[in-house]
């Protein structure tokens, strides 16, 4: 049975930063490229930034968070990592992971969603 477990959230003031981690189970997570979704209030869920399994480390973020946040993986723990640096109040979001195949830099996800982490950016 596939398991996502997302943590790292919580409240900040913009220009902090956090780290969200999902660890993973139930797949063969070396072999899956991963990524991070997030669903604002009253918004539709979006891609946020993904990974590949391979070693070469490729990776795509949307715009809204290029240059600020910047994923990565440990494949013996099975956890991929969102690192968020710089937030901002539009960044406030429940923030999820997934895994699954990445056709034109967006990953489209094969799991069933976890229950989250909720990220607020907040002065």
């Known amino acids: 049975q596939v398991q996502l477990v997302e943590s790292g959230g919580g409240v900040v003031q913009p220009g902090e930063s956090l780290r969200l981690s999902c660890v993973a189970s139930g797949f063969e997570f070396g072999y899956r490229a991963m990524g991070w979704f997030r669903q604002a209030p009253g918004k539709e869920r979006e891609a946020v930034s993904c990974?590949?399994?391979?070693?070469?480390?490729?990776?795509t973020y949307a715009d809204s968070v290029k240059g600020r946040f910047t994923i990565s993986r440990d494949n013996v723990e099975n956890t991929v990592y969102l690192q968020m640096n710089r937030l901002k109040p539009e960044d406030t979001a429940i923030y999820y992971c997934?895994?699954?195949?990445?056709?034109?830099?967006?990953?489209?996800?094969?799991?069933?969603w976890g229950q989250g982490t909720q990220v607020t950016v907040s002065s």
């Open positions: 997934n895994y699954g195949a990445i056709i034109t830099n967006t990953l489209y996800p094969y799991g069933d």
């Open positions: 990974i590949v399994s391979s070693d070469d480390g490729y990776t």
